[in-house]
């Protein structure tokens, strides 16, 4: 069965810090996405990748970096953490399809609070 | 800029009935994707429907889609306890937009009382 595994369900870090969010698929796709959720606001793209050193912006990058070593694991960088990147942080995954988009296969969510 | 828009925000009913949960989106898409989370976990895909195609059936759900109005419903029915979640649509970019990106709404509440 499909597995996205983050690496961390909660997590506390203090405000400054760096900050690795590390998010591992086992279906060898070539799509992950990082998202951030919060209430009110839905799902919001933060950054995605869809092959190995690849990345794009999603809507929202600003304070975040991202890596893509190995096809199977995306870490997300909070470069120097402050308390508006509290929220639950889902990473996800997706094979690469034709003209539209094939399901995105998601991992439980790392809660981050920033304190 | 979210795409789509899920209606209503939130929807209590009893075990047994109907649920119905319409999504709005703005431009042209490839395919509409409905997915589910249960509280405190990441999002389950439920089905996708093709921009060509008009009603999809999967189990309980029957998911409709009307491109010229660029709306979509998400029906369960004989809803259960365990059906309780927040449900999303999720639109691609159309033709024009990434190959890549998903823009996802900010979802429906659904609780389904025993």
């Known amino acids: 069965d499909v597995k996205v595994t983050q690496s961390s369900r909660y997590l506390v870090k203090r405000t400054g810090e760096k900050v690795f969010l590390e998010c591992v698929q086992d279906?060898?796709?070539?799509?992950m996405f990082w998202y951030r959720q919060d209430p009110g606001l839905g799902l919001r793209l933060i950054y995605f990748?869809?092959?190995?050193?690849?990345?794009e912006k999603g809507d929202i990058p600003e304070g975040y970096s991202v890596s893509r070593e190995k096809k199977e694991r995306f870490s997300l960088i909070l470069e120097s953490a402050s308390t508006n990147q509290t929220s639950m942080y889902l990473c996800?995954?997706?094979?690469?399809?034709?003209?539209?988009?094939?399901?995105?296969?998601f991992g439980d969510g790392t809660r981050l609070s920033i304190l | 800029s979210q795409q789509g828009e899920e209606d209503p925000q939130a929807l209590s009913i009893q075990e047994g009935e109907n649920a119905t949960m319409n999504c709005s989106y703005k431009?042209?898409?490839?395919?509409l994707q409905w997915y589910r989370q249960n509280s405190g976990r990441g999002l389950v895909h439920l089905i996708l429907?093709?921009?060509?195609?008009r009603e999809k059936h999967s189990g309980r759900l029957r998911v409709t889609l009307d491109t010229s109005k660029k709306s979509s419903s998400l029906l369960i029915t004989a809803s259960r306890a365990a059906d309780t979640a927040s449900y999303f649509c999720?639109?691609?970019?159309?033709?024009?937009?990434?190959?890549?990106?998903?823009?996802f709404g900010k979802g429906t509440l659904l609780t389904v009382n025993p």
């Open positions: 431009t042209s898409i490839n395919n």
């Open positions: 990748s869809y092959d190995v050193k690849m990345k």
């Open positions: 429907i093709r921009s060509n195609e």
């Open positions: 996800a995954s997706s094979p690469r399809g034709g003209l539209g988009h094939q399901p995105q296969h």
């Open positions: 999720a639109t691609d970019a159309g033709s024009g937009g990434s190959n890549y990106k998903l823009t």
């Open positions: 279906m060898d796709h070539e799509n």
